[in-house]
């Protein structure tokens, strides 16, 4: 629950609008003015459900090629009968359009012209926002006063980056969170993720990410990976489905059974194998294997067809990130693999 909210939907208004018990609305939220006098406005469906129960916000496209989010996020929202429902389920499918339209991580036409002020250039460690911020805090800001503050439960949808994939993953608020750290692990369990990242330090526990910034008001929050950036993928979109269904029943949302699938396995941190020669990529391992330290989990052949690499795991572990690019320069990511807690 949060500091300022009972975990109940009752009185819940969104933009001023006061949504009737068991309707659906859908909507735009008014962000930032840009050059030409016209308005970012980000797309929210809004169901309330016929009975009361808590808020669920569901986030997806902080970063612009995160195209499976925005396909799972859409789909929820159209298949959930608001009769059906208990509480309010919030979708913001886009969180920032101007990505989204350039299918990019971040805004970029703003972030070549003024890249100083624009740092950081990513609402999603921007949180909560500020009304005079940059365009980055200025998402952040419209998004949680206006959305996500009301959330007894958050999850916010992620795709690695353009050339990258995870096994269905969720990171959690760090644990020093206390009893909302525990929840969100819950959460993640329900949600059915293979691996389930539980760490003190690193990009995912940013203090300035939404779910972190909801875990520290008392909310039950976390974030997911799932696919490929760039991509749209069907087993991914039933995969995010399936996880958000059992979560929503989990949470007393949605009737039925509470299902257990996924490895589930958590772990406390990933490390990063990087090839040390250019070249073209020919990956020994898939994702979800379980590699030995000195295993060869990739080799790289220069343009003459020589091979002048052969990457070993420094550790033993799952492997719970891919690349995907077949083209590699020195120093880029190859697997990442998970330590287990």
Same mark, same amino acid.
């Given at each position: 629950?949060?500091?300022?909210?009972?975990?109940?939907?009752?009185?819940?208004?969104?933009?001023?609008?006061? #949504?009737?018990?068991?309707?659906?609305?859908?909507?735009?939220?008014?962000?930032?003015?840009?050059?030409?006098?016209?308005?970012?406005?980000?797309?929210?469906?809004?169901?309330?459900?016929?009975?009361?129960?808590?808020?669920?916000?569901?986030?997806?496209?902080?970063?612009?090629?995160?195209?499976?989010?925005?396909?799972?996020?859409?789909? #929820?929202?159209?298949?959930?009968?608001?009769? +059906?429902?208990?509480?309010?389920?919030?979708?913001?499918?886009?969180?920032?359009?101007?990505?989204?339209?350039?299918?990019?991580?971040?805004?970029?036409?703003?972030?070549?012209?003024?890249?100083?002020? +624009?740092?950081?250039?990513?609402?999603?460690?921007?949180?909560?926002?500020?009304?005079?911020?940059?365009?980055?805090?200025?998402?952040?800001?419209?998004? /949680?006063? +206006?959305?996500?503050?009301?959330?007894?439960?958050?999850?916010?949808?992620?795709?690695?980056?353009?050339?990258?994939?995870?096994?269905? /993953?969720? /990171?959690?608020?760090?644990?020093?969170?206390?009893?909302?750290?525990?929840?969100?692990?819950?959460?993640?369990?329900?949600?059915?993720?293979?691996?389930?990242?539980?760490?003190?330090?690193?990009?995912?526990?940013?203090?300035?990410?939404?779910?972190?910034?909801?875990?520290?008001?008392?909310?039950?929050?976390?974030?997911?990976?799932?696919?490929?950036?760039?991509?749209?993928?069907?087993?991914?979109?039933? +995969?995010?489905? $399936?996880?958000?269904?059992?979560?929503?029943?989990?949470?007393?949302?949605?009737?039925?059974?509470?299902?257990?699938?996924?490895?589930?396995?958590?772990? $406390?941190?990933?490390?990063?194998? $990087?090839?040390? $020669?250019?070249? #073209?990529?020919?990956?020994?391992?898939?994702?979800?294997?379980?590699?030995?330290?000195?295993?060869?989990?990739?080799?790289?052949?220069?343009? /003459?067809?020589?091979?002048?690499?052969?990457?070993?795991?420094?550790?033993?572990?799952?492997?719970?990130?891919?690349?995907?690019?077949?083209?590699?320069?020195?120093?880029?990511?190859?697997?990442?693999?998970?330590?287990?807690?």
């Amino acid at each position: 629950m949060t500091k300022d909210a009972a975990r109940s939907d009752e009185g819940l208004t969104v933009e001023g609008v006061a #949504l009737a018990r068991g309707t659906r609305v859908e909507t735009r939220l008014r962000t930032l003015e840009l050059a030409d006098g016209s308005w970012v406005e980000l797309p929210v469906i809004l169901l309330r459900g016929k009975a009361p129960g808590p808020v669920f916000y569901l986030g997806a496209a902080f970063h612009g090629d995160e195209v499976n989010g925005v396909e799972i996020a859409t789909r #929820l929202a159209g298949e959930i009968d608001p009769v +059906q429902l208990s509480g309010t389920l919030i979708v913001a499918p886009a969180q920032n359009p101007l990505a989204l339209q350039a299918q990019h991580r971040y805004f970029v036409g703003h972030f070549l012209k003024s890249p100083l002020d +624009q740092s950081p250039a990513d609402p999603w460690v921007s949180f909560p926002g500020e009304a005079d911020g940059n365009m980055a805090a200025q998402i952040a800001h419209k998004l /949680f006063t +206006q959305l996500i503050r009301h959330a007894d439960y958050l999850i916010d949808i992620h795709t690695p980056t353009t050339g990258g994939r995870y096994a269905p /993953f969720a /990171f959690l608020p760090p644990p020093g969170a206390g009893e909302a750290a525990r929840r969100a692990e819950a959460m993640a369990e329900v949600f059915g993720a293979d691996f389930i990242l539980s760490t003190e330090q690193g990009l995912y526990v940013s203090e300035q990410s939404p779910h972190v910034v909801m875990a520290r008001r008392g909310a039950t929050a976390m974030g997911v990976e799932l696919g490929e950036g760039g991509r749209l993928e069907a087993e991914i979109t039933q +995969q995010g489905l $399936r996880g958000l269904r059992n979560v929503l029943r989990w949470a007393g949302m949605l009737p039925g059974e509470v299902e257990r699938f996924g490895a589930r396995q958590v772990i $406390r941190t990933m490390h990063v194998v $990087r090839s040390h $020669r250019g070249g #073209l990529v020919h990956r020994r391992v898939g994702l979800g294997d379980t590699v030995g330290a000195g295993d060869v989990v990739a080799t790289i052949t220069n343009l /003459f067809g020589e091979e002048t690499e052969q990457i070993r795991a420094p550790i033993g572990g799952p492997i719970v990130r891919i690349a995907t690019f077949p083209i590699v320069s020195a120093g880029e990511r190859i697997v990442q693999i998970g330590v287990l807690r």
